[in-house]
């Protein structure tokens, strides 16, 4: 009878287990965090389609990339998602990813978008994050910032691993051009350390390491809202703010592509809108019904997202980032 009963059992596992696939999608480590929206938009998702939706987590979006190429056909991974539109051109060039025949018509961002392969789901702007109650007067534009006292430190990612380091890179060179390297020799005596990772970054600049951090317009949000905190802020420099809008895009070698584009479009969803702000800390890409939570009204909002078209910027890729380790001596 026990026997029997196991069998039972282990027949309906089975079964259950056949009838509900396994949607693996790759991304960066603060999205998964505790605090992040994995856990939320998995919920969600899970709830109107019949599967189920796993995460794996790497130390930025582009570790992430790294790691499918790596595994290569071994790769269990169905969608990758966290990239932005500095490095589409680079992952496009893998050949790994397929269209999404997806209607983007829903989408509002302060830039047009359209792209066949890559879908959006939020956006922000590169800031340099402080505590008010330490940095009094903090720099209000790069020149500024390069100015400050010898001991002013602050800390970047890593261009060639985060996409917040590629973003401060283009940042830089949108506003200085062919001055952008003289720019980073001035600037290199204030940088204490440059991560490989957003996270790793945020998380010494909390611990007091540092004046200043780079992130994002949005981050004081995640303080204010789940700390009651009012003294983490970002300052708004008078050259503009360069945006960053994070992309997904499925693999072609998934073995559940219906349920991908399923997912994917889940990304411009009402109830994904409603996710991301409290959870990514982030503008989505479709505004929910109900509007954005009133913290995000509190935030410093730059009137123009400056954006390098994708193309040029893997054009010029490697010359940039050259340019980058000339300057700061690496």
Known sequence: MRRTLLIFLFSIIALYSASTPTLTVYTYDSFTAPWGAAAKVKEAFEREHNATLKFVSASSAIGALRKIQLEGTQTKADVLMGLDTAAMEMAKKTGLFAAHELNLSSISLPVSYSDDIFVPYDYSYFAFVYDSDIVKNPPNSFEALADMPKDFKIIIE?????????????????????????????????????????????????????????SYTTSPAYHQYMEHRNDIKAALFKEGHYGQIEVAAMLKRTKHPDLAKAFLDFLLSEKFAEIIPTTNWSYPVRTPASGLPKVFETLPRPKQMLLMDPKQVEQQRKAYLREWLRAIGQ
């Open 158 to 214: 890593d261009p060639r691993s985060a996409t917040p380091g590629m973003g401060l890179l283009l940042w830089i060179k949108a506003v200085y051009g062919d001055r952008a390297g003289a720019y980073w020799q001035r600037l290199s005596p204030h940088i204490l350390t440059i991560t490989k990772g957003w996270s790793e970054a945020y998380t010494l600049f909390l611990k007091g390491e540092a004046d200043m951090v780079l």
